[in-house]
């Protein structure tokens, strides 16, 4: 096992529920955490940036009184990704916010800063840094982050092209700290196979917009529900980086999914005053471990499945 800091020594589930751009809110992340994972929501998704502060009062009480109310089976910790990125205006206010409230888990994407990790640092937060190969890898241990988010082919939103197996195993050859895998993880026995190839964790994210808790659309929750890995359309036409999404949202935007443009990487704004908010609001992002998804549920139910599959997993391999 690697060396895991307090915030991930412990979890009833070895998994992390990815932040979903606009999806993610206090609801799923509670559920989540109750549950059993590791639950997060972008920063960004608090819009004006004041909200954010109630959502971080909301998810803090809320876990506060289930862990009251259930002390033998306390929630786990909570993330918030941080955008770290040119476009990102809001990045330090809604770093001061994670200071202010001591959110254990602090996910750093398209961009590490010392300072960042170092905020995090001042109140015992661990920061995971999220990378598509090994040299991403190294740049963010050396700057100061805990862990790493490996973010592999078929992962949903800004995925890497990596095969999980290349990708894990480099990052072992010098990295003894957290990894956590993401790249179409969307039953418990997946999540055994990725700590089986050396991962801690498992990183999940698509399978999360199917649940009730989740703000997508309804129309995007039942095209989760019915689409699989032929459906994923990968592109960096609409934020300048490379991701996945679904051709039918592509198909609905008058776009050819088969005959995608490629974009400038300067393209790419996270900020809420952006006059084209494509990606992720239109244009529906999504990994490939979808076709295993046959419902929309509470999020307790599918970690639930989860559980079970997982346990499942390993009977079988010790039996």
């Known amino acids: 096992m690697s060396r895991l800091p307090g915030a991930l020594a412990h979890l009833p589930l070895p998994i992390i ?4 751009f606009i999806i993610s809110n206090p609801k799923l992340v509670i559920a989540q955490c109750t549950a059993g994972v590791v639950g997060s929501m972008p920063a960004l998704n608090a819009r004006p940036a004041e909200q954010l502060e109630e959502w971080l009062i909301e998810i803090t009480e809320g876990l506060a009184a289930w862990n009251r109310d259930h002390p033998e089976r306390p ?6 990704n941080q955008i770290v990125h040119k476009s990102n205006e809001r990045l330090e206010h ?9 959110v254990p888990i602090i996910i750093t994407s398209l961009g590490a800063r010392e300072d960042i990790n170092a905020a995090a640092h001042s109140y015992g937060g661990v920061v995971l840094h999220d990378i598509i190969n090994n040299k991403f890898a190294r740049k963010a241990i050396e700057k100061g982050a805990d862990g790493l988010i490996a973010v592999a082919a078929g992962a949903g939103g800004h995925a890497g092209i990596k095969s999980p197996f290349a990708l894990v195993q480099e990052i072992r050859q010098w990295f003894d700290g957290p990894i956590a895998l993401s790249g179409s993880i969307a039953t418990g ?16 994210g698509s399978a999360f917009i199917a649940t009730e808790e989740a703000r997508a659309a309804e129309g995007y929750k039942h095209a989760i529900v019915a689409g699989s890995s032929d459906d994923i359309v990968y592109s960096n036409l609409f934020t300048g980086v490379h991701g996945n999404y679904l051709a039918a ?15 400038d990487p300067s393209a790419m704004n996270f900020s809420s005053g952006s006059s084209k908010p494509k990606a992720w609001k239109e244009i529906w992002g999504s990994g490939q471990g979808i076709g295993v998804i046959d419902k929309v549920r509470p999020a307790a139910e599918f970690i639930a499945q989860l559980r079970r599959e997982y346990d499942e997993a390993r009977r079988r391999l010790l039996a």
């Open 94 to 102: 809604d770093m001061a916010m994670c200071v202010k409230y001591k």
């Open 189 to 204: 026995g997946a999540v055994l196979a990725a700590q089986a190839m050396g991962a801690d964790f498992a990183y999940i």
């Open 17 to 20: 529920g990815s932040p979903l």
């Open 249 to 263: 949202s592509i198909r609905a935007a008058g776009l050819d999914p088969e005959n995608l443009p490629v974009s």
């Open 75 to 80: 929630a786990a910790p909570f993330a918030i």
